[in-house]
């Protein structure tokens, strides 16, 4: 630091030139170390997911720095003459990184629009037509040629502990399905926030495709099965109830049968108003009974109840009116040989529709209870593990199901043959076996 508050003007610039020189050419010198670590998928082999990862986590770049570069370098594999201009200084790091991403969403555009790729004689006239342009020049130049194309990046921008900016692009047939989700939840949503809206759907997703939420699911569901077929066992959330909440938590048990009053005496309410009409004989409730506070019903009560309970169903069956809730899947219907018979021919359907075992174990389709139990046991990340570093990938990206001993060679579909991968190691492991 002496020597330079020492040295002359001049030589401060000149050597200031050299070194920004220096700089360039050590540049250009990652870049290529780069380009061989791509072409030989090191990253992978280290327990990474991706060259981005690579470069932010093992050495350190900030994640705009390790994507100019990698941006770079993709284009210079493109186009050779890169390396020549970022070296002159024609070309900067943060325009040749403008330029990549602007040929990937050009060409991603024409894709879907399935129109020609550009050639690589666009792309050289690209180029050259923003050679020596500063970064915001570029970017103007990218809106001119490509609106579509040049539209801002994604991207999340953290604002606190609890609050993040996202910002994207939608174009007019998102606005339209959000328009229409804002006026069905307008209810909820009166202000038709963003964040609620992108929150309800985001719920709504992941109840669909969580494998944590459908095992939940599940449990929950195997619990108020096993409670049902043991309905003697007391609930005790229905103990020391006032009456009305009484009433209230019975209807919502499942382990419950629903009392005969919340809808026996008053048919119509439960087999609908067409009912009421076609059978006349179905026992009613005038509305002086209704307004009547009624204690819970005693065990007597509740077999008088019952009977009528049985009247209205036969009578129903004499109108050939569905009983809503009451169908043959429901247990809460009586089991007559009818409906044993229904029951006999649908597992007799459903057992000759079955394919034999042996069958079953050879077809590539996992069930999904087996896929959510690996999910879960793996803790939704890439088992992944360098062989030397141990590292492990860890990535919660594009996971795929890898069975470790290969299906095409006779390997099972179980808890101990199946891992999680993401899918740039599924790609690395099927390569290093071919
Ligand atoms: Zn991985």
Redesign the pocket.
């Known amino acids: 630091m002496n020597r330079l508050s020492q040295i002359s003007n001049n030589l401060l610039i000149t050597d200031l030139k050299d070194l920004v020189a220096q700089e360039r050419e050590m540049l250009l010198e990652i870049l290529r170390y780069l380009k061989v670590v791509e072409n030989r998928q090191l990253y992978l082999k280290m327990g990474y997911?991706s060259q981005f990862a690579f470069l932010t986590e093992a050495l350190s770049y900030s994640e705009g720095a390790a994507q100019r570069r990698i941006q770079t370098m993709r284009l210079m594999k493109a186009l050779p003459e890169v390396e020549s201009k970022i070296e002159s200084g024609e070309i900067s790091l943060s325009v040749a990184s403008q330029v990549q991403g602007f040929i990937q969403r050009e060409d991603k555009r024409r894709k879907i629009e399935k129109s020609p790729l550009l050639q690589p004689t666009e792309k050289h006239k690209l180029l050259n037509q923003l050679e020596g342009t500063s970064s915001r020049e570029c970017e103007r130049q990218l809106v001119k040629i490509s609106p579509e194309a040049a539209m801002p990046l994604e991207k999340t921008k953290p604002l606190s502990e609890s609050k993040t900016l996202i910002q994207f692009v939608a174009n007019s047939e998102l606005m339209n399905k959000n328009q229409r989700l804002k006026s069905l939840t307008s209810h909820t949503n009166p202000e038709g926030k963003y964040e609620e809206l992108f929150n309800k759907l985001t719920e709504l997703a992941l109840d669909k495709l969580d494998p944590e939420r459908r095992v939940e699911r599940r449990e929950k569901r195997k619990k108020q099965k096993s409670a049902k077929q043991h309905p003697s066992t007391p609930n005790p959330s229905l103990k020391e109830l006032p009456y009305a909440d009484h009433l209230k938590a019975q209807r919502k048990s499942p382990n419950t049968k629903k009392s005969p009053r919340a809808w026996a005496p008053c048919g119509a309410r439960a087999l609908g108003g067409s009912l009421k009409r076609k059978v006349p004989d179905l026992p009613t409730c005038s509305r002086s009974q209704q307004q009547v506070p009624t204690p819970p019903p005693t065990p007597a009560v509740e077999k008088e109840l019952s009977k009528t309970v049985l009247l209205t169903k036969k009578a129903a069956k004499q109108a050939q009116v569905p009983l809503k809730g009451l169908g043959p899947s429901s247990n809460k219907t009586p089991m007559t040989s009818e409906n044993i018979n229904n029951h006999e021919q649908l597992a007799k359907k459903k057992n000759k529709n079955s394919p034999p075992t042996s069958a079953v174990q050879r077809t590539r389709h996992i069930p999904t209870q087996l896929k959510d139990r690996i999910y879960q046991r793996d803790h939704g990340k890439?088992q992944?593990q360098a062989p030397q570093s141990h590292k492990s990938?860890g990535?919660t990206y594009f996971l795929e199901l890898d069975h470790r001993y290969p299906f095409s060679l006779g390997g099972e579909h179980s808890e101990k043959n199946l891992r999680l991968?993401?899918k740039?190691?599924n790609l690395y492991g099927s390569e290093l076996i071919r």
């Open positions: 997911p890439c992944y990938c990535s991968l993401c740039s190691h």
